[in-house]
């Protein structure tokens, strides 16, 4: 039994989980996958979008500009990195320069700060390898890039050491209420009981709602391609490099990463299949075409990797966020798309402050604020790290050559509040296997670290949970031994 149960553990349900983690409540999050960040949170743009593009007045405005204010301070608590790099929206067509102005007075109107439009020179002082096409640009300088993993992982961390419980594989298959107003939610690992639930359910959003109300939403995945190009073109541009917005999202950007990769996309296709999240040829083929026409010499030779996400696309283009008329205790937070990583800090904010309200919570005097971060020995002075190595020999030995991470970064991942399962789980909190050879050299290393600390024998172990596993049975070694 539960006070609050939080169904889903992306970026919304793990903000909605640390904000809530501060009063003195029984909470849960529950997770149909393994991990956190699994859905749409892993597979996006990974930007701290400014505010311009919403619609003057909607909810999706509000959360967009409050978000990208808590940004920073929430970034510095839970020691993630974050980079106010700048935006700007390219126009390469003279007759739709007057769009420029159109978003210039929205973005004005929702109140984003220090916004300029940019003539064709004082956009190509900023950024050289803009298209020789470009007639102006709308800058925008609170823009950001942020790593969408580290922020969701410390958000979930935070919540976790705050008190708030997790549990993964464990999908939510009913929900009723009974005479005394008690939520039961069925599971495929057995029944949870709470006062009250928060629909954090991502492209599943809809299908949560429709269980609990008559007055049925609709979700629809919007896929969309991507390619993640080499360090080694990441100077490309510094700034994120976006084309003017069309009625199927902000369009095909180029901008770098905080790791100091450059990312492309994303293409916008609606889809029926709520894991649809595979890669095209013609997705690729698209956002590349895209891309160029507002960057010149883009190197897409150097491309190390491609992936797609599903984004929640609800109807009306506009947040959902608030208790189902129907059905009392019942919160909404649907329809969460772009810029809901944004706006995600936010969303925790207004939910936190509603169940406040209508529950009465109290504060804790010893909540945690702060999150301390895996260390990154890459940032220590060379005395610094030999030091360390002295101390913990396992961060002299590099186990992903591409990123340069240590044995000690994998155990940290592996050992700390809502450690790591998996090689995915690996990756995401310390970037091992995401460098040029995406884990050719290390994924077995990592394997046997992972064998080895959580005493699971390698058949079990798995790519991303559930049947991705690597190892699917044991053979006879040259030697007359048994291998993997």
């Not at 220090?114 to 640009?137: M, Q, T, Y």
């Not at 006062?195 to 049925?216: F, L, P």
Request: glycine share 10%.
């Amino acid at each position: 039994m539960y006070d609050i149960i939080i169904i889903g553990a992306g970026v919304t349900g793990s903000a909605v989980a640390r904000e809530l983690s501060r009063y003195n409540a029984n909470i849960c999050v529950l997770e149909k996958c393994e991990d956190v960040c699994e859905g749409t949170s892993k597979a996006n743009s990974a930007i701290v979008h400014a505010g311009f593009d919403a619609t003057n007045g909607s909810l999706m405005a509000k959360m967009n500009v409050r978000g990208n204010e808590l940004m920073g301070k929430l970034a510095e608590d839970l020691d993630i990195p974050f980079k106010r790099n700048g935006a700007m929206v390219v126009c390469i067509h003279k007759e739709a320069i007057d769009g420029l102005k159109t978003l210039y007075d929205r973005g004005i109107a929702n109140g984003v700060k220090e916004l300029k439009i940019l003539d064709r020179e004082e956009a190509l002082k900023l950024e050289p390898n803009l298209s020789k096409n470009v007639e102006g640009a709308l800058y925008a300088p609170t823009s950001g890039i942020i790593c969408p993993f580290m922020l969701n992982i410390a958000m979930a961390e935070n919540a976790a050491e705050n008190g708030v419980d997790f549990h993964f594989n464990t999908k939510v298959e009913d929900i009723y209420s009974d005479d005394e107003g008690i939520w039961h939610l069925r599971t495929n690992n057995g029944e949870y009981k709470t006062r009250y639930v928060v629909n954090a359910a991502g492209v599943y959003s809809d299908v949560i709602h429709n269980m609990v109300s008559e007055n049925k939403i609709s979700i629809t995945p919007r896929r969309g391609d991507y390619c993640l190009l080499d360090k080694e073109v990441g100077g490309l541009v510094s700034h994120t490099i976006f084309p003017q917005p069309t009625n199927l999202g902000k369009g095909v950007l180029v901008s770098p990463t905080i790791h100091g990769n450059i990312i492309v996309g994303p293409t916008a296709v609606d889809i029926e299949n709520k894991e649809g999240n595979n890669t095209t040829a013609a997705g690729i083929e698209d956002l590349i075409t895209k891309a160029n026409d507002h960057v010149d010499n883009l190197p897409m030779r150097k491309v190390i990797t491609s992936f797609a996400g599903l984004r929640a696309h609800e109807a009306s283009h506009e947040f959902i966020i608030k208790e189902v008329e129907d059905a009392p205790h019942f919160i909404d937070c649907a329809g969460i798309e772009s810029p809901g990583l944004t706006s995600c800090p936010a969303i925790g904010e207004m939910v936190g402050e509603m169940l406040k309200e209508k529950m009465n919570l109290e504060e804790k005097k010893n909540w945690i604020s702060k999150r301390k971060g895996i260390l990154n020995p890459t940032e220590m002075s060379v005395e610094e790290r030999n030091e360390l190595i002295k101390k913990e020999p396992a961060y002299g030995q590099i186990i992903c050559r591409c990123e340069s991470i240590s044995e000690g970064e994998i155990l940290d991942a592996i050992h700390r509040p809502l450690g790591a399962r998996s090689l995915d789980g690996v990756k995401r909190r310390t970037r091992a296997g995401m460098g040029r050879c995406q884990g050719g050299f290390c994924s077995p290393r990592v394997m046997e670290i992972l064998h080895r600390e959580l005493n699971l024998p390698l058949e079990e172990i798995t790519k991303s949970g559930g049947r991705s596993n690597i190892v699917l049975e044991r053979t006879k070694g040259t030697n007359g031994g048994e291998t993997a």
